[in-house]
């Protein structure tokens, strides 16, 4: 089991910059990866960006060069960057971490944080 908690949304004007963090209820280096994914209204869940344990990104197209996820293996804590924000990346922000247990994966997922961009 993985208790997520996340914090650090809010609402920011466009071109601003916010930072999300992530604390996982135990070792990160027992998670295999770590992500964040975006849930806008009247839309389906979608990746942001992923860290997997041995320090791989991956990034949405629409984030790449504004978005960076990196994680403090001394809190536990992941965090997402956020610079250049636009309107379009108003949405509720979920915090995931991916786990495998012999052959099979499991998922769990924070609470969200809301993040709204708007002038």
């Known amino acids: 089991q993985v208790q997520l908690v996340e914090s650090g949304g809010g609402l920011v004007q466009p071109g601003g910059s916010l930072r999300l963090s992530c604390a996982a209820s135990?070792?990160?280096?027992?998670?295999?990866?770590m992500g964040w994914y975006r849930q806008a209204p009247g839309k389906q869940r979608e990746l942001v960006a992923t860290?997997?344990?041995?320090?791989?990104?991956n990034y949405a197209s629409s984030v790449k060069g504004r978005f960076t996820i990196s994680v403090d293996n001394a809190k536990n804590t992941v965090y997402l960057q956020m610079n250049s924000l636009k309107p379009e990346d108003t949405a509720l922000y979920y915090c995931?971490?991916?786990?495998?247990?012999?052959?099979?994966?499991?998922?769990?997922w924070g609470q969200g944080t809301q993040v709204t961009v708007s002038s």
């Open positions: 135990r070792n990160i280096f027992s998670i295999n990866a």
């Open positions: 995931n971490a991916r786990v495998k247990q012999g052959s099979r994966w499991y998922d769990y």
């Open positions: 860290i997997t344990s041995g320090g791989t990104t």
